[in-house]
Structure formats: C-alpha cells, structure tokens
C-alpha cells in the first residue's frame, strides 16, 4: 500500500525549534515531489513548499520562503519540516503530500499523510 | 500568482440533490492543471479530480469536474450522505507553485 506516514502531535513554546517527518512507503521515494501543506484551524489549505528526494531539489512558496526547512532523507524515504524559532502563529495541521506522475497527475497531490497537529503556546 | 476564487462559500443541500461547486481563477489556468479535494471532517483531504475532469482512483462516478480557462466546476450528480464535506480546487503553475482555493463548505440542509 502506497502510504506516507507523519509524526506526531507536538506542542511546543514559542522560539523553541521543531523538525516533523514525513515517511513514505510502498512506492520508490526518490521518484516523486513531497509536499507540505498547512491548515490553520478552522481554515483551509496552504501549500507551503515541495521537495524531490532524488536529488533534494526543493521549492517554496514565497509566503514560507525563510520561515522553515524542507529536506530529506532518501536512504530511510522520510521527508522533513523543520522551524528554528517558532511563533503562536504556526499551530496548524501539517499535511505531507505526494505529488502524482505523469502529465495531468504531476499537477495534482495524490497521496496526502494523515497530518501532524503542531500547537505553540506558551 | 494566480488566485483561485471558490463559490459559494456555504452550499446547503439534500441527499439526493444535484450539487455544483464553482472554482474561478485570476488569470487563465491550464485545464491540466486544476484539481478537487475532499475534506471530511477530522480527516486529510483526499483528491477527487485531476486534470479538470479525470477522476482520481476509487472516486464514484457521481464526482465530475469540468471547465476551463478561468472557470472550473465539481458537480456530485447525487449528493449521498457521505459526501457533505469542504472541497477545494487547487491549481498548479510554473516553478513548481501550487494554489488552493479557499474552500466550500457542503452541508445537510
């Protein structure tokens, strides 16, 4: 079964430092785009940027350039989100996602993880 | 950037009814590149549609997308208990940058 994997729920304060996985399995990691994806409470989704395992190419939007860290880790198929200083503003739900092959599908995400609920509060 | 506008906000159905969910762009978004998600409540979303009308794996035929340049839309030909949810278009532009539309939210009415 073609799956991704999320850690878990995390609460920290705010300025302390956090890095999420995301862990891809039942298909060849290095061949497809992982994404993120925010959703704020009572919100709806944001696409925050996007990483090839293959060779670590990554994107991201520009409302996220600067404020966190994509990477990842090809020899164990997990991808990463990380954040040096985080802020109040940050809870969210976290989702990984996939993104499809071929010509229509590439543009779409067909694999989505089942989210990681990240709450900052002092 | 390309901003993706979801109409209506709200739409309030009946189980059997014939839902139509709007999603207008900006500017002129390639047909390729526009999908539909499905969001139930305590779940990740789950797509739907893919290329403006090709229906994701598993989808019920009930689910068809349709559109282009800046008009897009979800149509659920009967609507079944279990599709009142918040759906979201999303488009797909150059670089790699992706878009979601803001949602609508499907309800019993």
């Known amino acids: 079964e073609v799956q991704l994997v999320q850690s878990g729920a995390e609460v920290k304060k705010p300025g302390e430092s956090l890095k999420i996985s995301c862990k891809g399995s039942g298909y060849s990691f290095t061949s497809y785009w992982i994404g993120w994806v925010r959703q704020m409470p009572g919100k709806g989704l944001e696409w925050m940027g996007i990483i090839y395992p293959g060779d670590s190419d990554t994107r991201y939007s520009p409302s996220f350039q600067g404020q966190v860290t994509i990477s990842a880790d090809k020899s164990i198929s997990t991808a990463y989100l990380q954040w040096s200083s985080l802020k109040a503003s940050d809870t969210a739900m976290y989702y990984c996602?996939?993104?499809?092959?071929?010509?229509?599908?590439?543009?779409?995400?067909?694999?989505w993880g089942q989210g990681t609920m990240v709450t900052v509060s002092s | 950037e390309i901003v993706l506008t979801q109409s209506p906000g709200t739409l309030s159905l009946s189980p059997g009814e014939r839902a139509t969910l709007s999603c207008r762009a900006s500017q002129s978004v390639s047909s390729s590149y526009l999908a539909w998600y499905q969001q139930k409540p305590g779940q990740a979303p789950r797509l739907l549609i893919y290329?403006?009308?090709s229906r994701a794996t598993g989808i019920p035929d009930r689910f068809s997308g349709s559109g282009s340049g800046t008009d897009f839309t979800l149509t659920i030909s009967r609507l079944e208990p279990e599709d009142f949810a918040v759906y979201y278009c999303?488009?797909?532009?150059?670089?790699?940058?992706?878009?979601f539309g803001q949602g609508t939210k499907l309800e019993i009415k």
């Open positions: 999303q488009q797909y532009g150059s670089s790699l940058m992706y878009t």
């Open positions: 290329g403006a009308s």
């Open positions: 996602v996939r993104r499809g092959s071929g010509y229509y599908l590439s543009a779409a995400f067909d694999i």
